[in-house]
Every structure is written in structure tokens, then in C-alpha cells.
């Protein structure tokens, strides 16, 4: 079974920096693709960054440059470092995992283990 614990998210003024953890059991980073996602009430849950074994990290056009994904193998958490953060980056942001490699890495559709959420305020 696997089971996702996310940390790091907090309130941080435009241009500030938060780094988001994601613990994962049940499964590792060469069995499986994990990603990052957010939300915003009332919108579609959109994914932010992905990383696999196979493909290694893909992200979304509005991230690019300033978010940057990795993996710490020995403690099997993902994590998200977020810089030069704009109020329209406020979200409920999500930890996802699946067994194999996703089609669409960045597809909602695509993944079956989902964390809890943090949230993440920007503020202007």
C-alpha cells in the first residue's frame, strides 16, 4: 500500500522561496513515477512537476526556471524547492505516486496514491 505524508507549505511573500517534502512508503523511485499538483478552489487540479527513473523531472510551462524537483533515495521522499514564488502559485499542492512509468506525467488521470495536501500562500 502506498501512503504519502506531505510537509513543508507555509505563507510567503512574492518573490520568496518554501520547500516542500513528500514522504513516500511503499514504494521507490525505480519502481514508480511521483509527482507534484495543486489546486485552487474551484479550478482543475494542474500538475506541477514529475519525476521517474526513466524519464527523470518534467514540468509545467508555468514553473519552469523556478521550481526544481528531486528525490532523496535514502529517506524516499520527494521534494519540491520552490524560488522567485508569484501569487498566482497559491494552492492546495498535492504529492502523487504510481507503480511504473505515467504516460502523461503531468496527468491528473495518471496517478492512484494521493497525499493529503499542504498549502501554499503567496502573497503580493
Known amino acids: 500500500q502506498v501512503q504519502l505524508a506531505e510537509s513543508g507549505g507555509g505563507s510567503v511573500q512574492a518573490g520568496g522561496s518554501l520547500r516542500l517534502s513528500c514522504v513516500v512508503s511503499?514504494?521507490?523511485?525505480?519502481?514508480?513515477?511521483m509527482a507534484w499538483f495543486r489546486q485552487v478552489p474551484g479550478k482543475e487540479r494542474e500538475g506541477v512537476a514529475a519525476?521517474?527513473?526513466?524519464?527523470?523531472?518534467t514540468y509545467a510551462d508555468s514553473v519552469k526556471g523556478r521550481f526544481t524537483v528531486s528525490q532523496d533515495n535514502a529517506k524516499n521522499t520527494l521534494d519540491l524547492q520552490m524560488n522567485s514564488l508569484k501569487p498566482e502559485d497559491t494552492a492546495q499542492y498535492y504529492c502523487?505516486?504510481?507503480?511504473?512509468?505515467?504516460?502523461?506525467?503531468?496527468?491528473?488521470?495518471?496517478?492512484?496514491?494521493w497525499g493529503q495536501g499542504t498549502q501554499v500562500t503567496v502573497s503580493s
Open positions: 511503499g514504494l521507490t523511485y525505480r519502481s514508480g513515477c
Open positions: 519525476s521517474d527513473s526513466v524519464f527523470g523531472a
Open positions: 502523487a505516486a504510481r507503480h511504473g512509468t505515467a504516460i502523461e506525467p503531468l496527468s491528473v488521470d495518471d496517478y492512484n496514491n
